[in-house]
């Protein structure tokens, strides 16, 4: 293939795609580069196999270290296990790109984008989906494409298009927009509270930059003689079709029609009618055609089935507007929330039930020193200090499976309630604690993601978080036939994946936290993703009112079982001391107190301990041994060793001075061992801090009152 080297220019910024330069043996690749960013991006596709009833599509971001002028850690020094990051983006890709494959394609595709150059003023991850869009193209898969998506941000008033790290670090607002050439088909955002009006505008904005990465891929397109053609979709039997419409559309809209059942009776009940059309089958003549279809196309009648449910249940809802559970369009299903349901040690807890979706959601409070250290990836995060994850087991919707460990699902999961929940956190400066909330879905019939998020808020306020707003969210739905659209408040199961759309939308009852997206047709216009958005916030407020009525506010004093926080803040110079030769300081002060010393490079220690007394214990060890002395101070001290002019006492943790044989009494002092013996407790006083910084001290002129505030306070010797 010839070269060709694209450029796009939005915003201030350009886009580059270069063609036929690199990877030539898969069947699309593209460089695309932004800045020192790049990151290539390769389509391939091998030929279906036998039985499968799904597209089998594997998307793969990877990021190698070098990118970045780095060595991986570790002891391989190379890159493993993909951390959060990669996986989210991961699904970033995925996310925009499957549905615009045709419904009916089962061959293997695999796209995998990796970061080959990076700096800090480009994210590398909404390049990846362009990429994705046209690598695709250029490997001829059929695909109702392009596809392109581009991020938004928030600085002050104004909107900006692809945002440094920095400037989304500042802003209000980090959303990302995919979109098609018939509309917007993901959306994934973070937001400061914004009201529903901005966030529309700013999905708006988007999609304008969104269409002229499109058009540039098109006329990209042109220049190859690469035509946006389609391979035909094939032939559906009309005989086996006809035969099990004929037998199953009155008993499905009978069950469809029965808002009684939940769902296990409902899928138990069209598990029967399909069974009954299997037995039909199984007892028609050996050579009819139908037994012909169903032996060799082992997949057919499950997916004739599910087409026709798929019809009948759209069906009741655009002519009848009438769910399959009885609710309105707009209509939330019961909701119930308990508090600190789990006893003793746990810090914090909270039940959301909304319909057959049961969360249950646990805090736990830890010290700085519990932060996740970011794994090796490309991108400027420090630790973290707040911490959600998602556990989604098979009891949940009724299955046996092997457990694994946590998947993409749970992991995206995870991070969309951990977003929502970010912008009401405390600051570090007003609450110290790394929190660690885990979402249990007990049961699962739609939303958990949203669930997770009303029980996680609950589980916070259970564990005395200050959050300054609770945060409530709802999943919206959509079913689209022709020019009629219906948008579903609070979807459940059956309708998430028979429907259009799975719009998730949290926040406050001041603004959006999280927004989060995926389509399943082509694209969707603006006025319907505004209507979605706002039908969204009374369903939320709603789901907050009821969460309110469990616990209206974060309680006041924390579980027992807590750490207590205390910090102090010292001279970033004395951290050594603090520390000690070998950690044999720091040690010393956990041993005797039973207290956690966590330091920060900025000279915040911070000491945590269930029993708030040896904390307070620990930090005065902490201060006394890091304050500015002053001549005049009284402490109590011990006697370490003794030589012929005097003796050495410590009377701070790793600070000693020493008392001149005549500082020891207001008499002559023969010898030194007649008035101290190592081991003393004594009570001494800053005589002298010499120009070399020692110090000498003297047991003389010292008041009554002081060596009893000295004793008092502690120094070495409180226990």
């Not at 460089?31 to 020192?36: E, M």
């Not at 389609?230 to 086996?240: F, G, I, K, M, S």
């Not at 609710?327 to 299903?333: M, T």
């Not at 010292?702 to 226990?719: C, M």
Request: net charge negative; glycine share 8%.
């Amino acid at each position: 293939m010839v070269e060709i080297d694209k450029s796009i220019s939005f915003d201030g910024r350009d886009i580059r795609l270069k063609v036929g330069l690199l990877a030539q043996q898969a069947d699309g690749s593209v460089l695309i580069q932004s800045g020192d960013t790049s990151v290539l991006v390769t389509a391939t596709r091998s030929k279906a196999r036998e039985n499968i009833d799904f597209l089998p599509l594997l998307v793969d971001y990877e990021e190698r270290m070098y990118a970045a002028g780095r060595i991986p850690g570790g002891f391989l020094r190379r890159e493993g296990r993909p951390p959060e990051k990669v996986v989210l983006t991961s699904r970033l890709i995925d996310r925009p790109l499957r549905p615009l494959f045709p419904s009916w394609l089962r061959d293997d595709i695999q796209i995998v984008a990796t970061t080959l150059s990076m700096d800090e003023q480009v994210p590398p991850d909404v390049l990846a989906v362009t990429g994705a869009s046209v690598a695709v193209l250029l490997a001829k898969i059929p695909f109702n494409g392009p596809m392109a998506a581009v991020r938004v941000g928030l600085v002050g008033d104004d909107f900006i298009i692809n945002p440094t790290y920095a400037e989304m670090e500042a802003g209000d607002l980090d959303l990302v927009v995919a979109g098609s050439p018939e509309g917007v088909i993901m959306v994934e955002a973070g937001a400061n509270e914004l009201p529903e009006a901005d966030i529309i505008e700013a999905i708006d904005f988007g999609y304008e930059a969104v269409r002229d990465l499109i058009a540039a891929q098109q006329e990209l397109m042109k220049e190859l003689g690469i035509e946006l053609t389609q391979e035909a979709a094939p032939e559906v039997d009309a005989t086996l079709e006809n035969f099990i419409r004929d037998r199953v559309s009155e008993p499905i809209k009978n069950i469809l029609s029965q808002f009684e059942l939940d769902k296990s009776a409902r899928d138990l009940a069209l598990d029967e009618i399909k069974a009954s059309v299997e037995t039909a089958i199984a007892e028609l003549p050996e050579e009819d055609p139908l037994r012909l279809i169903t032996a060799t196309e082992s997949k057919a009648l499950g997916n004739v089935f599910k087409d026709i449910t798929k019809k009948m249940m759209r069906r009741q809802i655009v002519e009848d507007g009438v769910r399959v559970d009885g609710r309105k369009l707009d209509e939330v299903r019961p909701v119930s929330c308990r508090v600190g349901l789990l006893p003793r040690r746990v810090h914090g807890s909270g039940l959301f039930n909304r319909g057959q979706t049961q969360v249950l959601s646990a805090v736990t409070l830890g010290t700085p020193g519990d932060a996740q250290e970011m794994a090796d990836d490309l991108h400027p995060e420090d630790a973290k200090r707040y911490l959600h994850h998602y556990n989604f087991p098979p009891y949940s919707v009724g299955e046996t499976k092997p457990l694994r460990a946590p998947g993409r699902r749970e992991i995206g999961h995870g991070a969309l309630a951990e977003r929502a929940l970010v912008p009401v956190l405390p600051p570090k400066e007003v609450f110290p604690y790394v929190i660690r909330v885990v979402s249990e879905i007990l049961s699962s019939n739609g939303s958990t993601s949203m669930g997770s998020v009303c029980g996680s808020t609950l589980a916070l306020m259970d564990a005395g978080v200050p959050i300054t707003k609770p945060v409530s969210g709802a999943a919206m739905g959509l079913i689209k036939e022709g020019d009629e659209v219906r948008i579903l408040t609070d979807i459940q199961g059956i309708e998430d994946f028979l429907g259009d759309m799975d719009f998730k939308v949290a926040g406050t009852d001041t603004g959006v936290t999280a927004l989060q997206m995926d389509m399943k047709i082509n694209g969707l216009s603006m006025d319907t993703i505004a209507k979605a958005i706002n039908q969204a916030r009374p369903a939320r407020l709603h789901i907050l009112e009821k969460m309110l009525a469990a616990l209206e506010k974060p309680r006041t004093e924390m579980s027992p079982f807590a750490p207590r926080l205390l910090t102090v803040k010292i001279d970033p110079d004395l951290i050594g001391i603090v520390i000690g030769p070998g950690g044999k300081t720091i040690k010393g002060i956990t041993e005797e107190t039973g207290a956690k010393i966590d330091i920060e490079d900025d000279g915040t220690v911070t000491i945590s301990a269930v029993d708030v007394d040896k904390a307070e214990r620990a930090r005065s060890i902490v201060f006394n041994m890091t304050r500015k002395l002053n001549e005049g101070d009284v402490y109590a001290g011990r006697v370490t060793r003794i030589i012929p002019i005097g003796a050495f006492v410590e009377f701070l943790p790793g600070k000693e001075g020493m008392i001149h044989i005549s500082q020891l009494a207001d008499y002559r002092v023969g010898k030194v061992e007649d008035e101290v013996a190592v081991g003393d407790e004594v009570i001494v006083k800053v005589r002298e801090i010499d120009s070399k910084g020692r110090i000498n001290l003297t047991r003389l002129g010292i008041h009554p009152d002081e060596a009893a505030a000295a004793r008092a306070s502690g120094g070495l010797n409180k226990k």
